[in-house]
């Protein structure tokens, strides 16, 4: 019914939209870092769903996503019931006003999701506060493709809130 299926080493990616190769590359190695980067974190906080694949959904507009189980006005979404991340394409390659060059990939915003989904079963006993920040830790930590890195995460925490909520 419209949908392309993409497998990465560890997750399926099912779309409505349509992604060129090169950037679909990117966020399976984007999902596909974030789990290690979770499983190998010294907390205990890697439990996803036990599946074969780990599924990641990309829909092309706002009626998909809402009809897929995503809140009108949100980039993405874990969906617990379902255990898997949906992500409203018109955020994840999102483009600057005026801009001639090609939309990028919000690759945070595949990292913050792809963490919910990580923490699957530990997420139901933290706090929502809690759960949001750890996501936002990974996200932030992100260096672009993939990468990863912790030194000097709080900078970067501080840096990310004083952009988006100006004083």
């Not at 092309?60 to 189980?69: F, I, L, N, P, R």
């Not at 595949?110 to 759960?131: D, F, G, I, Y």
């Amino acid at each position: 019914n419209g949908r392309k299926v993409w497998h990465s080493r560890r997750f399926e990616f099912i779309s409505t939209a349509s992604i060129p190769e090169r950037p679909l590359q990117r966020l399976a190695a984007v999902a596909d870092t974030t789990v290690q980067a979770v499983a190998s974190h010294p907390l205990p906080l890697f439990q996803p769903p036990k599946a074969e694949r780990l599924k990641i959904i990309i829909l092309h507009d706002d009626a998909s996503y809402v009809a897929e189980g995503g809140q009108l006005g949100s980039a993405g979404m874990y969906l617990g019931p379902k255990q898997c991340v949906i992500i409203h394409a018109q955020h994840l390659f999102g483009s600057r006003p005026g801009s001639r060059l090609q939309p990028m990939a919000d690759e945070n915003l595949v990292v913050h999701e792809v963490t919910h989904l990580c923490m699957h079963w530990a997420s139901p006993r933290l706090p929502q506060w809690l759960n949001e920040g750890i996501c936002e830790y990974f996200a932030r930590a992100q260096q672009g493709a993939g990468r990863f890195s912790f030194k000097d995460i709080h900078q970067s925490i501080r840096d990310h809130l004083q952009r988006r909520f100006p004083t």
